[in-house]
């Protein structure tokens, strides 16, 4: 798996941006498939800020995003602890996602 963005790699160069990798389609679904457990937010909390962030990527991006509770999702959303078996680990990092084609999948760090 490649990581859609990063601050730095393993050898210390900037992390990759997925050139060339796109979705294919403008309209996402996405879905939080696992909520934080170390934090005082409410599920409804979090979902009202992940939709914030989402409605401010569809204001510059030309995409659009639409939430979904069940069944398979374009973006799949889960706070994990910092190592957590994907072979990625939040060394210096609260968050990460892998491109497109490697599923487009968002780890935020549960701590």
């Given at each position: 798996?490649?990581l859609?963005?990063c601050p730095?790699d393993?050898?210390?160069?900037?992390?990759?941006?997925g050139l060339?990798?796109?979705?294919?389609?403008?309209?996402?679904?996405?879905q939080?498939?696992?909520?934080?457990?170390?934090t005082?937010?409410?599920?409804?909390q979090?979902?009202?800020?992940v939709?914030?962030?989402?409605?401010?990527?569809?204001?510059?991006?030309g995409?659009?995003?639409?939430?979904?509770?069940s069944?398979?999702?374009?973006?799949?959303i889960s706070?994990?602890?910092?190592?957590?078996?994907d072979?990625?680990?939040?060394?210096f990092?609260?968050?990460h996602?892998?491109?497109p084609?490697d599923?487009?999948?968002?780890?935020?760090?549960?701590y």
């Open positions: 798996k490649r859609f963005c730095l393993e050898n210390g160069d900037e992390g990759s941006i060339g990798n796109r979705w294919g389609r403008f309209d996402l679904s996405y939080i498939s696992k909520y934080q457990t170390n005082s937010l409410s599920t409804q979090v979902d009202t800020e939709w914030k962030a989402f409605s401010m990527w569809e204001e510059v991006s995409l659009t995003f639409e939430e979904v509770r069944g398979p999702a374009d973006i799949d706070f994990e602890p910092v190592e957590y078996g072979g990625d680990y939040f060394a990092s609260p968050a996602a892998l491109s084609k599923g487009g999948d968002i780890h935020l760090n549960n």
